[in-house]
Nanobody, 125 residues
Framework: QVQLVQSGGGLVQAGGSLRLSCAAS????????MGWFRQAPGKEREFVAA??????????ADSVKGRFTISISRDNAKNTVYLQMNDLKPEDTAVYYC????????????????WGQGTQVTVSS
């Protein structure tokens, strides 16, 4: 079992930055790849970024490449995944979710096993 608790998010002007955090706990967390997804009103949940369980590999959606950075921090029993978002645009407005996928990086939401509670990011123009 993996538990994911998100923090961060909020309202920012276009061009600004935000950092999302996802605190993960669970006995086998080190075996999970982590991803970030987002869902805007009336739209499907879409892939944003993912990172391997070791942190050695990352993958980004084309729409955020060069602006967003996913990272992972493992400190004894405390594991946190971050999404640093720079140069934010109004089209980045959505509810953002972190998720855990057993072992391998995946880019489709249905392949993820555990989800955070979601956090709102709003970018004003």
């Amino acid at each position: 079992q993996v538990q994911l608790v998100q923090s961060g998010g909020g309202l920012v002007q276009a061009g600004g930055s935000l950092r999302l955090s996802c605190a993960a706990s669970g006995r086998t967390f080190s075996s999970y790849a982590m991803g970030w997804f987002r869902q805007a009103p009336g739209k499907e949940r879409e892939f944003v970024a993912a990172i391997s369980w070791s942190g050695g590999r990352t993958y980004y959606a084309d729409s955020v490449k060069g602006r967003f950075t996913i990272s992972i921090s493992r400190d004894n029993a405390k594991n946190t995944v971050y999404l640093q978002m720079n140069d934010l645009k109004p089209e980045d407005t959505a509810v953002y979710y972190c998720a855990a996928s057993w072992q391998l990086i995946k880019i489709t939401a249905r392949e993820y096993d555990y989800w955070g509670q979601g956090t709102q990011v709003t970018v004003s123009s």
